[in-house]
DNA sequence: GTTTTCCCATGACAAATGTCCTGGTTCCAC
DNA sequence: GTGGAACCAGGACATTTGTCATGGGAAAAC
């Protein structure tokens, strides 16, 4: 018997993807929840096989509880909405056993389990080939921070205040993702980082 | 039988649901689709009682087909995964019978399918103070337009070119806009005007 | 037939943004 | 211990953005 646990925030999707795995003879779904916070506590009370997590979470990412579940010997199925290059690169150097985008039909997901559960590693080919092409994130530390710091359309003024910086240095960062994203202006420099999963 | 057609674009999530419909008694699936241009198609070759359509589709939105699908004859109940107060109101406008969050347990579903074929109205109460709070949209239809094409990050003289204004023309509408949303700039005022689904 | 609203457009001005330069610190690698 | 990279900061400058005043045309509302 496999023993899943299933973090994602989707009410719905959960409880589908619960039920739906809970149907299947070999695999019982032992936990559930919907808090990115919750997931190592969880996972530590049910001791699942295997976690299934997706990206995008309240509270903490699904991709911080991916080496921290691995070291407690438990395999990760990263699920996600948005097929980005970074996210697949962070799952797979935190020691994600695998990688599936909910775009796809439903069996694959018993069937990834099944294989990831056996000791394969699961990544769908075409966002390997452009996580490969798109290279790592050319951005260092805080040029990340004022990006991500940009994105909901903040001053030059408020990024400082939040980031305890000064204005000239918060634009210089600016400036200098700009330059490496090749892009016109903060916002698509913000946009393209965060489709590529570098914040 | 209630016959039910589906529109969601994510494969997994689309998948579930249909299997999880099929195995109620006094329901059955009639038709599948992911694509936002293919609802009406679709919907007149299954001829269902009901449809289900999330709002945001590749093509076309969820939205644009209610009013059509209502002229068919066919109930709409929309599901988001955003509760948008602006898609709510469009929603409700258009002749929907239900507006539902995808956060919410997939009980919820089914029985609401059976509350609108049994022709009550199903709402989120939340939501619906939220829509009526907030109020309809105070943005003209260029100011829509143009906020819309300010939202990945284009400077005035792309937007301008993209919708063969001027660039004054340009500047005044996003200035309009800025105002009315009580924002401090462009990029602030697309977000809101996204997040309260007028866009 | 007048008022209102929306649309388009200009010009002028202040403010914010992006670029480039300089120079300082720390830390790591070779 | 030297070089490189990341970090912080300041100043100067051109460009872009946002605001405001003004005015004309079209359509709908009264």
Same mark, same amino acid.
């Given at each position: 018997? @496999? ?23 070999? @695999? ?21 096989d295997i976690a299934l997590l ?12 991916v080496?921290?579940l691995r070291?407690?010997?438990v395999a990760v199925l990263v699920l ?7 996210y697949l690169r962070r799952a797979m150097e935190s020691g994600a056993a695998g990688f599936l985008v ?6 694959e997901l018993?069937a990834a389990i099944r294989r990831v559960v056996a000791g394969e590693r699961i990544v769908d080919p075409?966002l390997a080939a452009?996580a490969l ?25 408020? @990024? ?17 993702? @700009? ?21």
């Amino acid at each position: 018997m @496999i023993r899943v646990m299933i973090a994602e925030d989707q009410g719905m999707m959960r409880d589908a993807l619960a039920l739906l795995l809970g149907m299947e003879d070999d @695999i019982e779904v032992v936990a559930q929840t919907g808090d990115g916070e919750a997931i190592l506590g969880v996972a530590r009370e049910a001791r699942p096989d295997i976690a299934l997590l997706d990206v995008e979470l309240p509270g903490r990412s699904g991709l911080d509880a991916v080496a921290e579940l691995r070291r407690g010997g438990v395999a990760v199925l990263v699920l996600t909405t948005f097929a980005r290059p970074g996210y697949l690169r962070r799952a797979m150097e935190s020691g994600a056993a695998g990688f599936l985008v909910k775009d796809g039909p439903v069996e694959e997901l018993a069937a990834a389990i099944r294989r990831v559960v056996a000791g394969e590693r699961i990544v769908d080919p075409a966002l390997a080939a452009a996580a490969l092409t798109a290279g790592p994130s050319p951005l260092t530390g805080r040029e990340r921070d004022v990006l991500a710091a940009a994105l909901d359309g903040a001053a030059v003024a408020d @990024i400082a205040a939040r980031l305890h910086l000064s204005e000239s240095t918060v634009r210089n960062h600016l400036s200098a993702a @700009i330059g490496k994203t090749r892009t016109r202006n903060r916002i698509e420099a913000a946009q393209l980082a965060r489709d590529n999963g570098w914040l």
